[in-house]
């Protein structure tokens, strides 16, 4: 096949190099310098000095006279927290350096071997990827604890196991989480380590940011965290305004982490839209892009148009809270409304940033099982800039009853129903290629299959929702928490695993044990919709959301549905008793392309060298060819011609 | 290519079949056992309206729905790699098909677009669907801006058959729900008493944070904003019993914030109204004048939070709790 013209400006970027033996020890690879745990020192004594200067300046400044409790030293203290730890992981020494007028030491950029490099600054999108894994993982779990513990005081109709007070504190904390691992669950991972490899590229464009997007990610869900110690906070997700600002110094917490991951997500967006804009191999036009790629484009115009409105929401709020600003604060000239405004701004193109990667995940597998090409790709492709565009233009309908600005609701009704013409595309291309396929039913293909399912669900629902007459009913109740559950959940977290068992064996070199994931797949399939069916009904029947009593002649239902909810709990042990026997009990080693695809992500020698692609690929076709004749061989790649060679020249 | 062909029609054919016949079933079941029992029930026009569509909705979801897990179901039954002896479908059908796509795209726009025009009709011909629609509401039902404005001036009255719009003040904070009823000097009750057969004008304010008015059969929901009042109207029918919630979270005790209210006849209304307005005479007077919208008291309602005591300089509206001792 055709051998690559080369770019020499990819070449740079992990090259091996002498190890930097002359540098100083925190700059040495390895467990010497720069890692997690030297993050945490630093960010723990960067609260400290934060904590302190707040208090320092602003001693008298309490909501509540003599409470001892100083939301400015609250404020400083998360913030000079977030500063320390990024330092301390080593994120700041080249913008610094750079600042300073200093030679930047780019040690950061020296491949490291073993298993340090995932704990450090480290310029590898691959290694981000995985480090990305573990942290969505995290946040996961967390979140699905707290899950656990809503599901289990709506045992009873009455309050019995959480007083009212820590009740809605796990509400809120769990959706918060949740809705923030969600809007990086598919773009952090999976995005950040294939979108180069898809696209035939060594290196991501902005591997710096790459990299500062995921530590400033931990570093949010650390702040976010940091709620629960301050005391919580008692708006939910949505924080609506008069009630944050009335809330206590937990709402420091929210607002400002908003802020931290806002900041990660507008990085990681812009990066990867660069990255797939500039860094496309020779021949990868845009209709060859695999779709999945084109999914993670629109995802991340999304995260960097949207995500900035967030930004600025929360730091209004956090000025509302400790400089006594009233951008929120009615009786002194503010509005409550700004901040649904705001937040609903960023709020709804949210949601599609957490369901384009699902779709782009499904239409990227659906081929692979059925054994034909993708139906519709220029389709697909619309489906999602069309979705992504609309996304802008839909927000006021979570204002339908609010009573603001009431003559745009047949507007918003429209935009909102439009919206699913787009998101119908993709109903189209996945039954499309399904049409007389040949299906493989492999655990990820399964999970796709759940997911048009679901997403199904969650979508004609969603019109349910749009409609103003029978919104009046559902706004707001079980309906509405059950209506994206079953977008968010069944459709992103069902694609985002699909994508694991699918993408880990090309991660790791180990598959995912068959067997277990089966069992894991038909527990979490059918104990989710056994969880979140039933809230529809409860909906209908008039249960608001975020409540800790309900009428007694739903507690049936409700328990029906806690008890799935634990069972679907258990699924998820199952799916991490199945990671860690795959990969670390019994790794069983996965073949070069167990799947038989013929993406350019498989093609490229396993494990994925440091720089990916020996020789740069040229492309002549898009990865879909399944079962035609003229279709390239799997290796249309001129694969690794010079095994030797890091940096081919023609 | 001809077994190809007819093998293909076959396939579609028994689909096509497959999906007709769940489709009708599931419509029957639906519309002979269900549809009347869609909450939130026909007890007014708008929790009528609210139910109509719904089933309107679902009457067009459900052949979506089925249509797409029969294909789904029948692609996994007959097209799965065990069973299926042919290689899958090649050429460049399978890359796409315009005509399939072409109908894909033209029905669902279609059917969307008949929804937001039905849902749009509701909209308007329900006066709001008995949602919040601001302080000056478009669609409004006939004689309802003459019944504010008196209602405002304390020039309002109603009595049994004469047909004019009742306004109501549902005043929320945190948490609990009270009522004003101008037409009757303004008296405050914790009760929601309703007369059958009337149109309702609600209108909807808080004292503190966001609340939300929900009366869940009558099909009412409004968002109680601070200094907003959100007005909903709706048309009581027959007498009944009706649940009050709250679903805007505000606060710790969100999930507590409910009580229930009565529609009764006119007449009993009447005589509720005025019994309730000469026991209440002492405790209205020492009510703030009845306004659309209230700032709370530094001392009072919900207040608390700023801690000059002061209320805002620039607001016209009346001080709630006012006249209440300073704690």
């Keep these: ?650 | 290519m001809a077994e190809n062909s007819s093998q293909k029609n076959g396939d579609l054919r028994r689909i096509t079949i497959i999906w007709l016949i769940v489709t009708v079933v599931g419509e029957v079941l639906f519309w002979t056992l269900v549809a009347k029992h869609v909450p939130p029930g026909r007890m007014t026009e708008t929790a009528a309206s609210s139910q109509s569509t719904f089933n309107i909705l679902m009457g067009f979801a459900m052949p979506v729905l089925f249509g797409v897990w029969v294909f789904m179901a029948y692609a996994g039954r007959v097209w799965s790699d065990k069973r299926n002896p042919n290689p899958a479908m090649g050429g460049a059908m399978a890359r796409n098909h315009r005509a399939t796509s072409v109908a894909w795209i033209t029905i669902t726009s279609v059917v969307v677009l008949f929804l937001a025009v039905i849902g749009t009709i509701g909209l308007i011909h329900d006066h709001g669907s008995g949602g919040g629609e601001g302080p000056n509401p478009i669609y409004s039902p006939a004689g309802a801006t003459q019944a504010e404005a008196a209602a405002l001036a304390g020039t309002a009255t109603w009595s049994p058959g004469s047909n004019k719009v009742l306004p109501v003040q549902v005043i929320a904070q945190q948490w609990k729900f009270t009522y004003r009823y101008p037409t009757f000097g303004g008296f405050e009750t914790s009760q929601l008493m309703l007369p059958a057969d009337t149109t309702i004008a609600f209108n909807v304010t808080s004292l503190d944070v966001i609340h939300s008015f929900w009366a869940y059969q009558l099909g009412v929901k409004a968002d109680a904003n601070p200094q907003v009042n959100n007005v909903a109207f709706t048309e009581t029918k027959s007498p009944g019993n009706f649940m009050v919630r709250c679903s805007e979270l505000c606060g710790i005790w969100h999930g507590a914030m409910f009580n229930s209210g009565k529609v009764v006849s006119q007449s009993a209304f009447m005589s509720w109204a005025q019994g309730t307005e000469s026991a209440n005479t002492a405790n209205t007077a020492d009510l703030p004048a009845f306004a659309w919208t209230y700032v709370p008291d530094a001392n009072g309602a919900a207040g608390g939070y700023y801690l000059d005591g002061k209320v805002t300089p620039y607001s016209t509206s009346e001080q709630y709790g006012a006249k209440q001792p300073a704690s």
């Design chain 1, 1 to 650: 096949m055709t051998i690559s013209a080369e770019r020499p400006t990819h070449e740079d970027v992990g090259t091996p190099r002498t190890p930097a033996s002359r540098a100083p020890w925190t700059q040495r690879p390895g467990w010497l310098s720069q890692h997690l745990g030297t993050a945490i020192v630093v960010g723990f004594l960067g609260y400290l000095f934060g904590h302190w200067l707040g208090n320092a300046i602003a001693s008298n400044y309490t909501y509540i006279a003599n409470d001892g409790q100083n939301t400015v030293a609250d404020t400083l203290g998360l913030l000079f927290m977030v500063v320390g730890f990024l330092g301390g992981i080593g994120a700041l020494n080249y913008p610094l350096a750079k600042i300073v007028g200093r030679t930047a030491n780019e040690d950061e950029e020296t491949p490291v071997e073993g298993w340090s490099k995932y704990f450090r600054y480290t310029l590898d999108h691959k290694v981000v990827g995985i480090q990305y894994i573990v942290g969505v993982l995290l946040f996961m779990f967390t979140g699905g604890l707290l899950a656990m513990a809503v599901r289990s005081e709506l045992l009873s109709p009455t309050t019995h196991l959480f007083s009212p007070d820590t009740y809605i504190k796990i509400v809120s904390e769990h959706g918060t989480v949740m809705m923030m691992m969600a809007t990086s669950i598919i773009v952090g991972p999976l995005g950040n380590y294939l979108v180069p490899l898809m696209i035939g590229s060594r290196r991501m464009a902005f591997p710096r940011i790459e990299a500062f997007s995921f530590w400033v990610f931990i570093a949010g869900y650390m702040v976010i965290f940091s709620a629960l110690p301050l005391g919580g906070f008692p708006t939910g997700w949505t924080g609506y305004a008069p009630l944050q600002t009335q809330a206590g110094p937990g709402m420091i917490g929210y607002l400002l982490g908003f802020a931290v991951i806002g900041l990660g997500m507008m990085a990681a967006g812009f990066n990867i839209a660069v990255t797939i804009v500039n860094y496309r191999a020779p021949g990868m036009t845009w209709s060859r892009l695999p779709i999945f790629v084109w999914s993670i484009l629109a995802t991340a115009a999304l995260l960097t148009l949207a995500t900035p409105v967030l930004f600025a929401g929360g730091l209004f709020g956090l000025l509302d809270k400790t400089a006594q600003t009233a951008f929120y604060v009615s009786e002194h000239g503010g509005s409550s409304y700004l901040w649904q405004n705001l937040f609903w701004f960023f709020g709804h193109p949210e949601v599609y940033i957490m369901a384009l990667p699902g779709f782009g995940i499904v239409g990227e597998l659906v081929p692979v099982f059925a054994r034909k090409p993708l139906f519709a790709y220029k389709i697909a492709a619309a489906g999602m800039i069309g979705v992504a565009l609309l996304s802008f233009f839909v927000w006021q309908h979570h204002l339908f009853q609010s009573g603001i600005d009431p003559d745009m609701r047949p507007l918003f009704m429209l935009t909102t129903e439009l919206i699913s013409i787009p998101t119908g595309f993709i109903f189209l291309v996945g039954m499309g290629t399904l049409y007389r396929a040949k299906i493989r039913f492999e655990v990820p293909m399964l999970f796709c299959m759940a997911v048009f399912f679901n997403f199904l669900i969650g979508g004609v629902t969603g019109v349910f929702l749009s409609d103003v007459p029978v919104n009046v009913t559902v706004h707001g109740g079980f309906f509405v928490l059950s209506h994206f559950h079953y977008t968010i959940m069944g459709g992103l977290l069902f694609a985002f695993m699909a994508g694991l068992y699918y993408w880990l064996p090309k991660m790791t070199g180990r598959m995912m044990n068959r067997k277990i994931g089966m069992v894991h797949f038909w527990t979490m399939f059918v104990f989710f919709n056994l969880t979140f069916f039933p809230m529809f009904i409860i909906g209908l029947l008039g249960q608001p959301r975020r409540v800790f009593t309900y009428a007694k002649n739903l507690q049936g239902l409700n328990d029906f549905s806690s008890i799935s909810a634990f069972l679907l709990g258990l699924s998820f042990l199952i799916f991490f008793a199945n990671l860690m026997w795959s990969m670390f009990i019994k790794p069983e080693k996965a073949p070069a392309n167990p799947w038989e695809s013929l993406g350019l992500e498989w093609q490229t020698a396993s494990p994925v060298p440091p720089h990916n692609f020996d020789r740069i690929p040229v492309i002549t076709t898009d990865p879909y060819g399944y079962g035609e004749a003229a279709a390239p061989a799997p290796a249309y790649v001129a694969a690794s011609a010079d095994p030797t060679s890091t940096s081919s020249q023609t």
